[in-house]
């Protein structure tokens, strides 16, 4: 699989709900960061957490990161109806300089 | 809030034409990006521009791109003679010297 595989890659749940989105990557990292993006338009920068961290919460967002299975998630809790969007991980790779290297992406449905 | 922008929002060229796309990045960021995003897939790396040089380029980044900051506000990527596979939507993005980097809301050209 490639660098940044996410699953799963659409997720459909009622509003009240928690979504839970997985990513893996395969190098070694310096952080590891998520995007939301709504359809057709441009990504925005939803949380970070570093190679040295193991969980980051944002308000309604909890990321966790286990670097020894090179894997993080990210957990929504008590999902909206404007959660609907797709989330990516992005990794900047360990001596890249700072480009970002995009997951695949989970295609979140939130209903009402 | 200061965001990046990006113009035109949909560009449609012939095959073989140069076009130029333009950012504008937020006023105080430093590093600048250019990523791409063909329609279903995943964002991918193009290039990365620091104190009027490329940082860091990806394979994708031919002889046929280039990346110019012709005064203080915006920044061009320059694409010399599209082909099809050219289509996609071109994002910019900025950043100040963090890792979390700010997305315009992307160009989609459409390359006949």
């Known amino acids: 699989s490639q660098q940044g595989e996410e699953d799963p890659q659409a997720l459909s749940i009622q509003e009240g709900e928690n979504a839970t989105m997985n990513c893996s990557y395969k190098t070694s990292i310096n952080n590891l960061q998520w995007y939301r993006q709504n359809s057709g338009r441009g990504l925005v920068h939803l949380i970070l957490?570093?190679?040295?961290?193991r969980e980051k919460h944002s308000g309604r967002l909890r990321v966790t990161l286990d670097t020894s299975k090179k894997s993080s998630s990210l957990l929504i809790t008590a999902s909206r109806a404007a959660d609907t969007a797709s989330y990516f991980c992005a990794t900047e790779n360990t001596g890249t300089a700072s480009k970002l290297t995009f997951g695949t992406g989970t295609r979140l449905q939130v209903t009402l | 809030e200061p965001e990046v922008t990006q113009t035109p929002s949909h560009q449609v060229t012939q095959m073989g034409q140069e076009v130029i796309l333009r950012c504008v990045p937020i006023?105080?960021?430093?590093?600048f990006y250019w990523y791409r995003q063909i329609l279903g897939q995943k964002v991918e790396f193009l290039v990365s521009?620091?104190?009027?040089?490329?940082?860091?380029k990806s394979e994708i980044f031919d002889d046929q791109f280039s990346v110019e900051r012709p005064d203080g506000s915006n920044f061009t990527l320059k694409i010399r003679s599209t082909k099809l596979e050219d289509s996609a939507m071109y994002f910019c993005a900025s950043t100040r010297g963090g890792p979390a980097q700010y997305f315009g809301p992307g160009t989609r050209l459409t390359v006949l």
């Open positions: 957490i570093r190679s040295n961290e």
């Open positions: 521009f620091y104190n009027n040089e490329i940082s860091e």
């Open positions: 006023s105080n960021h430093l590093y």
